[in-house]
């Protein structure tokens, strides 16, 4: 059944989007202190939110979550370009602040928003149409673990665009081989090809955080064709990135049941025993999982 679709206002309207001093005025009318444990940093920049919704090529069809809202900023850039923004926030005076943000700065989007009040990590549904893309200025401190959680979570996700701190960008797009390739990297690419879109500033932020940000797009894709289960290659995927230095047959002994035990399963995946866990690709692990001493 097609999705009916709403005239999309006009998206140069600037009145729609939050200026520096919005921003600032909500955080005081709210009592919000911007705090590093909740990894808050508001974007107050209309280019990059902008920039945003441009990269995500969300259209009137998609249902988007966004996690980590705050005083709305990316939220407001959103709305006009979609069914539906799912917004999912942890701090509760946030969630609560969102919808009147909302229906002040664009009265006619105001029923596009639905408001989920809770930790990402741990939500366990997300209400309304299956979500078909994630926008997010993710936390800093919690973004790898917020996006496999999401991304299990929600199948119907077909893209994500997301922006991280630029460390933890070249980390999930890593590829096989490179020194920052590890555990992000390895469990992100089970569900999704991932790549840089694009490097952000720090001072489109308030309050400026003192790294850069990095955009990554992932586009859904099947998971390695494999009969070991997704928790089993994970703990592969953990055991090989523990001690980086030790080659697979010793990083492996503990998850084999010893040294020979993990030779043993390396040889039957094809995999060169004294290799280590950064030459490796998920379809790799898959198959070392697959192969684990059953005894």
Known sequence: MGVTQTPAPDPSDQSRLLTPADVRALAERFGIRPTKTLGQNFVIDHGTVRRIVRVAGVTQDDVV???GPGLGSLTLALLPHVRQVTAIEIDP???EALPGTVAAHAPDLAD???????DAMRV???????PTALVAN??????????????????????ALVMVQAEVADRITATPGGRIYGV????IAWYAAARR??????????????????????????????????????RVVDAAFAQRRK?????????????????TALRAAGVDPTARGESLGIEEFASIAEHRPRD
Not at 124 to 130: I, Q, S
Not at 198 to 208: L, S
Not at 247 to 263: D, F
């Open 112 to 118: 596009r928003l639905r408001v989920v009040p809770g």
């Open 184 to 187: 992000p990297s390895a469990k």
């Open 93 to 95: 005076a946030l969630a």
């Open 197 to 234: 879109a694009g490097a952000v500033g720090r001072n489109v932020f308030w309050p400026a955080p003192n790294v850069d940000s990095g955009l990554v797009e992932l586009i859904r894709r099947p998971p390695p064709v494999t009969k070991a289960a997704r928790e089993d290659v994970f």
């Open 65 to 67: 979550v966004e996690v």
């Open 247 to 263: 080659t697979l047959r010793a990083a492996l002994a503990g998850w084999a049941g010893s040294a020979p035990a993990a030779e």
């Open 124 to 130: 366990t549904e997300v209400p309304g149409p299956p």
């Open 138 to 159: 993710l936390p800093y401190n919690v973004s790898v673990p917020v996006l496999l959680h999401l991304l299990h979570l929600l199948p119907s996700l077909e893209r």
